[in-house]
């Protein structure tokens, strides 16, 4: 039996949501400062947990401009998509999300983008191969290709769930479409969305160069395991 919609903000998720559209808000700035984005496309969302019941997500509105993103401006939705709270029609991306925290409890961020070479990736329905540390590092081997679905419905979420779970990938490149990414926050979503678009813009280059050689099984392992677990300040 599913839960009753919601219909406003829980008192005690009160401050967790403020606290995660301020943080949402200001990581929507990333996405154009590192030229992942063009004119209102792409998305940043962060879970809001729960310990009383269903999580929400915090996510921007649809087609509104960079320059007009503040906190308020930030809409709140259950993760069957609907509406909880602001006073704008939710992202057109907003089932894909959803879906993703409804089945992949360990996410507390996702992020979409159009960037260019990712997306050039995306449109030859070709995964990036492994070949560079920086890939070992953060996605722990190759971005993986995701199936064509259409917006509107959770057939993105869907294939994004069906080709990252289990996998050490952070990213995937929905077929025809561009880069989904995901992190236990936003900020590593956003995170995991710039070096998306860093190492397929650099394996494309090498490309042009040559055939880029892939780096062995146990050594992948190995840097992402110190890149994870050791790697920054603890």
Request: with cysteine; proline share 6%.
């Amino acid at each position: 039996m599913s839960s009753p919609t919601l219909t406003e903000v829980p008192a005690h998720l009160r401050e967790a949501v403020d606290t995660a559209k301020e943080r949402v808000a200001a990581l929507h700035a990333e996405l154009p400062r590192w030229e992942l984005v063009v004119w209102t496309a792409g998305n940043v969302s962060e879970r809001v947990a729960n310990p009383e019941g269903d999580d929400l997500l915090v996510i921007k509105p649809s087609g509104v401009s960079y320059d007009d993103i503040t906190p308020d401006a930030m809409v709140v939705c259950d993760l069957d998509g609907n509406l909880v709270e602001g006073g704008r029609a939710p992202s057109s991306d907003t089932a894909a999300h959803a879906y993703v925290y409804k089945h992949m409890p360990e996410v507390g961020g996702v992020v979409h983008t159009h960037s260019t070479y990712a997306t050039a990736w995306a449109a030859r329905g070709e995964e990036i191969p492994c070949v560079l540390t920086m890939m070992a590092d953060e996605f722990g081997g190759p971005i993986p290709v995701g199936p064509f679905a259409i917006i509107g419905d959770d057939s993105i979420g869907r294939g994004i769930v069906e080709t990252l779970r289990g996998s050490r990938s952070k990213a995937v490149l929905m077929k025809n479409h561009g880069p989904f990414t995901i992190g236990s926050d936003a900020k590593s979503a956003v995170k995991a969305a710039v070096l998306c678009e860093e190492v397929a813009r650099a394996v494309h280059i090498s490309r042009q160069l040559g055939e880029p050689v892939a780096i062995e099984q146990q050594y992948v392992d190995s840097l992402y395991d110190r890149y994870q677990n050791v790697y920054g300040q603890r």
